[in-house]
């Protein structure tokens, strides 16, 4: 029977418990592995995100604000 490598690794998950240092070890690798953004790409992001929210919030509230006039008309 031909097993590869992804199967051999699924057959090993399931027979064995759960193991921390393998858990930590292996996250431990995974992080390493992660691009962490720079000071000035996250305060860009950052400013684009607070932005966002401010325009979507207004636009909320603005629509809010003319159907509460609009239904102050019609049923008012």
């Known amino acids: 029977?031909?097993?590869n490598k992804k199967e051999e690794v699924a057959i090993e998950g399931t027979t064995s418990g759960f193991n921390a240092s393998t858990f930590l070890k292996?996250?431990?690798e995974e992080l390493d592995k992660v691009v962490w953004p720079g000071r000035q790409q996250l305060l860009?992001?950052?400013a684009g995100v607070?932005?966002?929210i401010t325009l979507s919030a207004s636009l909320i509230y603005l629509a809010d604000n003319f159907l509460r006039w609009?239904?102050?008309q019609i049923f008012g």
Do not use: F, H
């Open 26 to 28: 292996e996250t431990k």
């Open 44 to 46: 860009s992001e950052s």
């Open 50 to 52: 607070l932005l966002m």
């Open 1 to 3: 029977m031909v097993v």
């Open 70 to 72: 609009a239904s102050g």
